[in-house]
C-alpha cells in the first residue's frame, strides 16, 4: 500500500466480508466500503427496511469515529437497493441520520451481497 493510504478498521462495525478494507485513508479523505444491515459479529440484522438503514449508518458512524472523522464529515453517499418501493422507508432514516444532507445517489440493483435488501457507502473528509 501507497505510503499516502491507510486502512481504517472499526471493530465495532461489521467487519469486512470479502477482500477488502471497511475504509481506506488517502489523501485527506476516508473512502467507507458498502456497509450491509449486519452486526459488528456479522450477523445479518432482522426488521424493517429503516431498520436495516439504521444498521449500515451505525457500522459508518463507527467506522468514521476509527478514522478520526465524523458523519457530519461526509462529502458524498451511494445508496444500493434492491428494491425501490423501500426508497421512502430507506430515506425517513437516512434523513435522521445525515442532516447536513451530503450529496448523494440511490440506485436499484438486482442483487446485494448475502441477500441484504440496503448497502450504503460513502466519502468522508478527515
Known sequence: ????MSIISA???CPPAGPYSQAIRANGQIFVSGQIPADSSANLVEGNIGAKTQVCCDNIKAILTAAGSSVDKIVKVNVFLTD????????ATYEKFFVHKPARSCVAVHQLPKG????IECIALE
Open 1 to 4: 500500500m501507497s505510503a499516502n
Open 11 to 13: 471493530k465495532d462495525a
Open 84 to 91: 425501490m418501493a423501500n426508497f421512502a422507508e430507506m430515506n
Open 116 to 119: 441484504v435488501p440496503v448497502e
